[in-house]
């Protein structure tokens, strides 16, 4: 035996009666559905239950599996103490696959934290499991942390769960607790995007089908701007299914508080060699890469060349000799960027030119941006085929009264107080208003909202 079943699930702790004390009865088609998930989670009496959290221990680039033999909790910070859980670990699961995790590469196990109370991403849905059982929980749980890692490590990651349960012959069932868009409404927790709506039915067109292929095709950039919360759980459910078909259900979907609330179910019926979807994926990742180096102008040439040659051989490289005037004449301020799986993975810039040309300029700035931004550890030999670059050339910057001349598709802006300055891009990804471009390049300079300060403008010829 292995993987039995599995259900994508809400979390929202005022499903629990006890939490919502009547609000809950707005989302009553969730609750049924709800009841009729666990139901079938547990028809087959697995022996373990993994949980999949995007609430629990979350690090950036590791996947934190909960250690010790046993947790206890309750529902007291939303005001229900008197709903309770006590579940034991499968401690053998979990150390089969940390071992698993480590012999493949993926960063994945125990070490960090120790938070034994348990998340309401996990307590929800073992509320109403815990209710199915009519009393305390008849299996041993595990629970499974997400990162900040590319969606394919969690898809990575649903493989090795599955072939953990495989070799252990253990009956499992696997729990993918999130939420969907928290941008369905204006008067919703994080306001409206159109883009939360359209991811909403997506998702429950992806689960409810059973297409598991085309989560990737719903890239981080897009998911971030519909302010989801469960996309990482959803992949790793679809990798714990790698390489077989499913009965997928879609059991229903209600949004009346402003996020979305989805649940499906998946039974596994039998192998397909067509469902292998993280190697689909590689492949035409690779191949959109390619393509991408292929159709690059000499101004990213130059850019990926200094920081393959820096990363590689600590080498700085000289400026060519092939070089357009443009390059080689004119004097600017560059900002380089780089990007992995469609997630800023550096960016350095210089407002004014530093150097004799834009050349000396971009290679200068590249190699900062691959190894002297704080935020991100230096960038590795076994990421630079993943590194897709883009060059920015500033324009002169112009003087403004407000907020009101800014365009935060065309124009860029830099706000300055004292000798603090603080500069931001145009069109970037969830930068959809002056204010917020204001705010973010002030809070960059540590530039408090009550200090008085000067504004500029400026465009960029943005070379991909």
């Not at 629990?56 to 859980?85: C, L, N, T, W």
């Not at 309401?120 to 815990?130: A, E, K, N, R, S």
Request: glycine fraction near 10%; hydrophobic fraction near 35%.
């Amino acid at each position: 035996m292995s993987i039995i079943g599995a259900a994508m699930v809400p979390h929202p702790p005022l499903i629990v009666p006890e939490v919502g004390r009547g609000q809950e009865q707005a989302i009553s088609k969730t609750i049924t559905a709800y009841r009729n998930a666990a139901l079938l989670l547990i028809k087959e009496k697995p022996e373990t239950i993994v949980v999949l959290s995007p609430h629990s221990i979350m690090y950036a680039d590791y996947f934190h599996i909960s250690p010790g033999a046993k947790a206890k909790s309750r529902v007291a910070q939303f005001g229900a103490g008197e709903v309770k859980f006590e579940v034991k670990y499968d401690t053998e699961f979990v150390e089969a696959l940390s071992r698993r995790a480590e012999i493949s590469g993926l960063p994945a196990g125990t070490y960090g934290e120790k938070e034994k109370k348990l998340d309401h991403g996990t307590m929800v849905p073992l509320y109403f499991i815990q209710q199915t059982y009519g009393g305390e929980i008849d299996a041993a749980l595990i629970r499974i942390g997400m990162s900040g890692l590319p969606y394919s490590e969690h898809y990575k990651l649903g493989i090795l769960i599955g072939e953990t349960a495989e070799r252990l012959n253990r009956k499992t069932v696997i729990v993918a607790s999130g939420d969907l868009s928290h941008r369905l409404k204006s008067d919703g927790p994080y306001g409206y995007k159109a883009e939360g709506p359209v991811y909403d039915e997506k998702i429950m067109n992806v689960m409810g089908s059973g297409n598991f292929g085309e989560l990737f095709d719903m890239d981080e950039a897009f998911c971030e701007i519909a302010g989801e919360c469960g996309h990482r759980t959803f992949i790793t459910l679809a990798g714990c299914f790698n390489g077989k078909r499913v009965k997928a259900e879609k059991l229903s979907y209600e949004g009346p508080f402003g996020v979305g609330y989805g649940l499906c179910t998946f039974i596994p019926i039998g192998y397909d060699e067509e469902r292998f979807f993280l190697d689909k994926y590689n492949e035409k990742h690779n191949e959109q890469l390619n393509l991408i180096k292929q159709h690059e102008d000499e101004y990213v040439r130059l850019a990926r060349r200094a920081v393959e040659a820096y990363v590689l051989r600590d080498e700085k490289i000289k400026i060519p000799g092939n070089l357009s005037a443009e390059l080689t004449e004119n004097k600017a301020g560059v900002f380089v960027s780089l990007k992995k799986h469609g997630q800023l993975r550096g960016c350095i810039g210089t407002i004014t030119a530093t150097t004799e040309n834009v050349a000396a300029e971009i290679i200068n700035n590249a190699i900062s941006a691959a190894s002297r931004d704080t935020r991100f550890p230096p960038v590795g030999h076994d990421e630079l085929n993943e590194i897709v670059y883009s060059v920015d050339i500033l324009g002169e910057a112009e003087d403004i009264e407000s907020g009101k001349e800014l365009d935060v598709a065309r124009y860029g802006v830099i706000v300055t107080s004292g000798s603090r300055r603080g500069l931001l891009l145009p069109n970037l990804d969830g930068v959809d208003t002056a204010e917020q471009q204001i705010d973010i390049a002030r809070q960059k300079a540590g530039i408090r909202p009550n200090e008085k300060i000067k504004l500029q403008r400026f465009e960029v010829v943005r070379h991909y």
